[in-house]
């Protein structure tokens, strides 16, 4: 018996990139695919059905069960009928992954409220929208997993992405309220951070000898390596994988910290400003984190 095998999957941005893969593995490992994509460019202009069609075709002729839906998760109505797509083709809906993304980098000092709205309304909104869309259905048969991408630039750090960072990282908090809510129900929730070569970073410059050496190496972390992890936390076989996040390159898995209390300092006067200052900060400053990006923490080559 196939690891996902009766079991109804709906992919968000499945037309390309990561969710392609997904789409394909879920099918590959018996689920019925929703291949949602609205064949968006990576900073969400334009639109074409071609790229959502084009990957459920392929699992039709692979022998799978897919259908397209080139809905937008960006939007309330539009997110439901990606969920009702599953519900109407294949009866019901088990799995939700929340992978549809675009870019608009920009320093913070430069991004416009419309830069910062886009980015938001597709990551962040998007991800609300979808889960949100399918949570009666995983109610009522009692459940559900759910798979939400976030990222490093998020959990981590990264230059130019305030919009993207904010919204990847309140998908982690996105998730671990669904996973608290929805426990009573048998429902799951959990972040997949990815490593991938995608259109999404190909478009590092590569001018120089050392850019184009570690372009080089970045092609190594391959979108299909991304794809086990997911089918994996879809799977019964992750029962009891709930309000995790995991990041995957190339062939490593992480499993990332989530935030506890480091150290604290105690004075039973009570603070001043000064105090701190004096006092607290001496304490406090020897667990400080470095202003570090996403390439300071995972500083070694993809595996
Ligand atoms: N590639 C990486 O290294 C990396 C790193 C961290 C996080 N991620 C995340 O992984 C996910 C997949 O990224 P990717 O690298 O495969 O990029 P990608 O650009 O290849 O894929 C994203 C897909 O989402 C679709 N999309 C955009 N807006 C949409 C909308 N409103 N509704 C439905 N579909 C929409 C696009 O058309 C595209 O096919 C994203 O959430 C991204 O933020 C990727």
Not at 87 to 93: E, Q, Y
Not at 102 to 125: G, K, P, Q, T, Y
Not at 141 to 169: C, D, E, F, I, P
Request: glycine share 8%; proline share 3%; charged share 20%.
């Amino acid at each position: 018996m196939k690891l996902l095998e009766g079991k109804v999957a709906v992919v968000t941005g499945a037309g390309g990139g990561i969710g392609r893969d997904f789409a394909l593995a879920f099918a590959a490992a018996g689920a019925a695919v929703v291949v949602n994509d609205i064949g968006a460019s990576v900073h969400g202009e334009g639109r074409d059905a071609g790229p959502a069609e084009k990957v459920a075709a392929e699992i039709r002729a692979a022998g799978g069960e897919a259908v397209s839906s080139t809905d937008s998760v960006a939007d309330w109505e539009s997110a439901n009928r990606i969920v009702k797509s599953a519900v109407d083709s294949f009866g019901k809906v088990d799995i939700v992954v929340n992978n549809a993304g675009i870019l608009r980098d920009r320093f913070f000092f430069n991004m416009s409220v419309e830069e910062w709205r886009a980015v938001i309304d597709v990551h962040l909104n998007g991800s609300f929208y979808v889960a949100r869309a399918a949570a009666p259905y995983f109610k009522s048969q009692q459940s559900g997993a759910y798979v939400h991408m976030t990222s490093t630039s998020g959990l981590v750090g990264n230059l130019g992405q305030a919009n993207y960072s904010a919204a990847k990282l309140g998908i982690v908090g996105l998730s671990k309220s669904i996973a608290l809510d929805m426990q009573r129900y048998n429902v799951r929730s959990n972040c997949i951070a990815p490593f991938a070569w995608s259109r999404m970073i190909g478009s590092i410059p590569t001018e120089t000898d050392d850019q184009k050496a570690r372009v080089e190496k970045l092609k190594s972390m391959e979108t299909a390596k991304i794809a086990p992890l997911a089918v994996f936390l879809a799977s019964e076989k992750a029962f009891d994988v709930t309000g995790q996040i995991f990041a995957v390159r190339a062939n490593e898995i992480f499993l990332m910290s989530q935030n506890r209390p480091l150290r604290s300092v105690h004075r039973a006067e009570g603070w001043t400003a000064e105090a701190i200052a004096s006092h607290a900060l001496p304490a406090l400053r020897a667990h400080f984190y470095p202003l570090e990006r996403s390439q300071d923490v995972f500083s070694w080559d993809p595996l």
